[in-house]
């Protein structure tokens, strides 16, 4: 007796057969590592990056007096609209099949946030953010037909500056 109850035929059975498998192994390691192959190439290293920073915030003012691009041929005439003031209004009578949608200017170097309020049937606000630092510079309305921007130029949510759009420009006094 070999190695316990195990019979001494068994034993060398198993060992033929485990090593007849080694040598398979063996044998195939070495035909698929013939010098008739490619080398593979060593494997590409991972290289974490660091994440990029983010874009350069720009004064209120300068985002406020920056200068509005023409509007696509075709489009309708917003006059004196900031780009901002076209992304929001964009908004206006569109339902956004959900009640908030956060940073809809991804990559630009402001922030604006539409809502859709209960029982509202289409987005009916907006929130802008001119410097992204996490405090709402401007308030958008829909309401009736009219849109109104409530400012607050002190960069401190106190909204104390009222306009509303004619259709071409805010007037003073939403």
């Known amino acids: 007796m070999l190695a316990g109850r195990m019979k001494l035929n068994t034993f060398i059975a198993m060992l033929a057969v485990g090593g ?3 040598l398979a192994g063996f044998a195939f390691a070495t035909y698929t590592m013939s010098p ?3 080398p593979q190439a060593a494997p590409t290293p991972v290289v ?13 003012e300068a985002v406020l007096d920056a200068p509005v691009a023409s509007p696509p041929v075709g489009a309708p005439d917003l006059g004196g609209a900031r780009e901002i003031d076209r992304m929001v209004i964009g908004y206006v009578g569109r339902d956004i099949g959900t009640d908030k949608l956060k940073d809809v200017s991804q990559g630009k170097p402001w922030k604006v946030n539409v809502y859709q309020d209960k029982g509202s049937a289409t987005a009916n606000r907006a929130k802008v953010d001119l410097d992204r630092d996490d405090k709402w510079d401007e308030k ?5 037909g009219a849109i109104t921007r409530d400012v607050a130029p002190a960069d401190d949510e106190a909204y104390t500056l009222s306009y509303r759009w004619d259709g071409k420009d805010w ?3 939403g």
């Open 20 to 22: 007849g498998c080694g």
């Open 36 to 38: 008739d192959s490619p």
């Open 48 to 60: 974490l990056m660091p994440a990029p920073a983010p874009p350069p915030t720009a004064p209120i």
């Open 140 to 144: 958008f309305t829909f309401k009736g």
């Open 171 to 173: 007037v003073s006094g």
